[in-house]
């Protein structure tokens, strides 16, 4: 009863747009550039992002919210933005000489979801290629390679025909999203309801993520994509 429950939940509340979504975010790899971390935009953070940052740092969370922190100019409830620093206004937690972020590991939740997972409702685009960012243009020349190789095609009619093996693919895709954003215990939760698990081996999972991808993304756009960093 309790997985009924579940399923039903999840397929209620969770968009589809979401999974492809999770999926190219398993598939990508961070190159870091740092240029996502300095310009215009800014990071947006709330209290559990800010303990975070305190119990990374040894600090306490009101030192952590002084320190790095400013009000939020969008007045989202209950967020403040990552202070930005110097002419190229650089998030304050980034470290100019590496160009990697001083908590990578323990980074906000919105910048562990960049730049695959777009929680903004209001777009359109289901999936966002950033211009400047070198991850991405390694990952569209990925996209573009495996989206002709056999192999994957195959993959990607196998798994068009499998409705259970799909299913579980999107529970393990949300759970690989919960464990990502720290929430280890939600994830197990999900496990232990729905008898679903993560793969032990990354690479099959990887696998099955790239032809979820390419089963349910249009690559058509991806010949125009052009890197500008
Ligand atoms: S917290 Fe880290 S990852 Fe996030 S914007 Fe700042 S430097 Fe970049
Ligand atoms: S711009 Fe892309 S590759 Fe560069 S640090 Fe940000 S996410 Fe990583």
């Known amino acids: ?16 747009t979401l999974f492809p979504q999770i999926a ?6 961070c190159e870091n550039c740092g240029e ?17 940052i ?4 040894g600090i306490r969370p009101n030192q952590a919210r ?25 998030c304050c937690l980034l470290d100019q000489q590496a160009k990697m972020c001083k908590i ?30 070198l991850g991405t243009a390694k990952f569209v020349k990925m996209l573009q390679e495996k989206r002709i190789d056999p192999q994957v095609q195959k993959e990607i009619e196998s ?12 529970i393990m895709l949300f759970m690989w999203l ?14 232990r309801i729905t008898g679903v698990s993560l793969p032990p081996e990354e690479s099959s999972f990887q696998k099955d993520c790239l032809a979820y991808f390419l089963m349910t993304m249009t690559t058509d756009g991806l010949d125009e994509y052009q890197y500008e960093g």
């Open 1 to 16: 009863m309790e997985k009924d429950s579940f399923m039903q939940w999840f397929s209620r509340e969770i968009p589809q």
């Open 24 to 29: 190219a975010q398993v598939l990508f790899r």
């Open 36 to 52: 996502c971390c300095r310009g215009e935009g800014y990071a947006l953070v709330d209290e559990a992002d800010v303990q975070e």
């Open 54 to 57: 305190a119990r990374t740092l």
């Open 66 to 90: 002084d320190r790095f922190t400013d009000p939020d100019p969008g007045k989202n409830r209950g967020c403040r933005i990552l202070k930005s620093i110097g002419p190229e206004r650089s």
């Open 104 to 133: 990578y590991n323990h980074r906000p939740r919105i910048c562990r979801t960049f730049p695959m997972i777009n929680a903004d409702t209001e777009t359109e685009e289901i999936i966002s290629f950033y211009s400047d960012c």
């Open 159 to 170: 798994l068009t025909k499998q409705t259970e093996r799909l299913q579980a693919l999107q």
């Open 178 to 191: 919960r464990r990502m954003m720290g929430e280890i215990e939600e994830a197990e939760q999900i496990c």
